[in-house]
């Protein structure tokens, strides 16, 4: 069972054991956008400019949460919203996730 950062859900996938990119600094923003490539993430929510196919764009979902609420839809998307169809994120690595979360936070 993996444990979203500080919303503390416990979530039924297992974390993955390696880091996705070892090679780069936790505290280095490239791997964060290096984990929103890898993920997908721009392939439902658009480049930041241009709009998604999928998602509402990133930039404008993100300046609605907080850290915490970002945390909660990476890990349990349908909690916040019943009928989404993003996908859970929880199998990420704690370092990664942490990466993932601090990038997309300074995206705002």
Same mark, same amino acid.
């Given at each position: ?7 503390? &859900?416990? %979530? ?7 880091? &996705?990119?070892?090679?780069? *600094? ?7 956008? @290096? &984990? %929103?490539?890898?993920? /997908?993430?721009? !392939?439902?929510? /658009?480049?930041? %400019?241009?709009? /998604?196919?999928? /998602?509402?764009?990133?930039? !404008?979902?993100l300046s609605r949460l907080t850290p915490g609420e970002l945390e909660i839809q990476l890990?349990? *998307?349908?909690?916040?919203? *019943?009928?989404?169809?993003? *996908? ?12 993932? %979360?601090?990038?997309?936070?300074? &995206? @705002?």
């Amino acid at each position: 069972m993996a444990i979203c950062i500080s919303s503390m &859900l416990q %979530v039924p996938s297992p974390a993955l054991s390696w880091s &996705l990119f070892p090679e780069i *600094p936790a505290d280095n923003p490239a791997r964060g956008d @290096k &984990l %929103v490539e890898r993920l /997908g993430c721009r !392939a439902c929510h /658009g480049s930041g %400019v241009e709009h /998604g196919h999928a /998602g509402p764009e990133l930039v !404008a979902a993100l300046s609605r949460l907080t850290p915490g609420e970002l945390e909660i839809q990476l890990c349990t *998307p349908r909690q916040r919203h *019943p009928a989404s169809r993003m *996908p859970s994120f929880a199998f990420v690595r704690a370092e990664d996730f942490t990466a993932l %979360v601090e990038y997309l936070m300074n &995206l @705002k």
